[in-house]
């Protein structure tokens, strides 16, 4: 039982997650919400570092299309990731319109030099960027 505990969760344990193993991952959020988020760009990420992400959020009970974008778009390097999440996550099926608008808003900084990218984790972007 304990084995399995660790391998649910692999960042409380105190060891690094796969990260790429999965696009969708449980982090800390609002009481009585599952808040996630979902890597847009794993296969990129892997070889660059720099993986972006959508945060979401729902309360617990509520039908799946019930969603709240906590942030469509962060671009954050692979260990910030890793120290974000909790565990894998297993609801889906979100439509990404709302990263690609922000992701696009994110490439045009990036040309003109004043792009972000997140190296601490998930929790102190949103605290700095609300």
Wanted: positive net charge; proline residues 5%.
């Amino acid at each position: 039982m304990a084995l399995m505990t660790l391998a649910i969760s692999p960042a409380r344990a105190g060891s690094k997650p796969d990260i790429y193993s999965t696009d969708f991952w449980e982090i800390a959020g609002k009481a009585g919400n599952d808040t996630w988020v979902e890597i847009h760009n794993s296969k990129e990420a892997q070889t660059n570092g720099v993986a972006h992400v959508s945060v979401i959020t729902r309360k617990k009970g509520s039908p799946v299309w019930k969603i709240e974008w906590v942030c469509p778009h962060i671009a954050i390097t692979t260990e910030a990731l890793q120290r974000s999440v909790i565990r894998p996550f297993k609801t889906r099926a979100v439509y990404p319109e709302a990263f690609f608008k922000a992701y696009e808003n994110w490439k045009a900084d990036k040309e003109k030099g004043n792009a972000v990218i997140c190296s601490t984790s998930v929790q102190d972007f949103l605290k700095k960027h609300k």
